[in-house]
T-cell receptor, first 116, second 113 residues
């Protein structure tokens, strides 16, 4: 149980392109989903928290107009990197949590984004 | 300033022996702690968690110990197996508030046969 699917696993695209990444909880309803970014040999850094049906809460330093998050249902959240540039190249990982507290987050397999 | 620290970037252990991974935290509001295992190009996999009302939680070969006074937790893997070789992340949150996880930088465990 507790499977989170993230798609696509890898994206290579030109600078200026917008890229959408999907995160789905396959066997549970996720009241809260999270988006993280990981730089090489670094920890996972939280970008934003999204609750179903409400606006995402972004961490300090994360541009909400650059990284658009939509959590339209209890099983799907999307992250759109708008007008991507080479500095946006990174490993993006989503996670989902079934309950409001004391519940582990379950992670997708991540998306390797490479902007040329 | 890092709130969750894993000061050992790597650990090498022989198969069958015990692996001990350590984690320190600074935020006294943290009351929920988790360990995740991560293989390259995959997302982290949840291993085990502990809330601050406990000092030990065990699940098969994995045991997590929490020392609140020292703000320290550790993950013990006994016996270690080659398949345990991965990056292990310690994470913490204010569980009651349902906040997001704060991760350490990870420790790469290598188990040799």
């Amino acid at each position: 149980g507790a499977v989170v699917s993230q798609h696509p696993s890898r994206v290579i695209c030109k600078s200026g392109t917008s890229v959408k990444i999907e995160c789905r909880s396959l066997d549970f309803q996720a009241t809260t989903m999270f988006w993280y970014r990981q730089f090489p040999k670094q920890s996972l850094m939280l970008m934003a928290t999204s609750n179903e049906g409400s606006k995402a809460t972004y961490e300090q330093g994360v541009e909400k107009d650059k990284f658009l998050i939509n959590h339209a249902s209890l099983t799907l959240s999307t992250l759109t990197v708008t007008s991507a540039h080479p500095e946006d190249s990174s490993f993006y990982i989503c996670s989902a949590r079934a309950g409001p507290s004391y519940q582990p987050q379950h992670f997708g397999d991540g998306t390797r984004l490479s902007i040329l | 300033d890092q709130q969750v620290k894993q000061n050992s970037p790597s650990l090498s252990v022989q198969e069958g022996r015990i692996s001990i991974l350590n984690c320190d935290y600074t935020n006294s509001m943290f009351d929920y702690f988790l360990w995740y295992k991560k293989y390259p190009a995959e997302g982290p996999t949840f291993l085990i968690s502990i809330s601050s009302i406990k000092d030990k939680n065990e699940d098969g070969r994995f045991t997590v110990f929490l020392n609140k006074s020292a703000k320290h937790l550790s993950l013990h893997i006994v016996p270690s197996q080659p398949g345990d070789s991965a990056v292990y992340f310690c994470a913490a949150s204010e569980g009651q508030a349902g906040t997001a996880l704060i991760f350490g930088k990870g420790t790469t465990l290598s188990v040799s046969s």
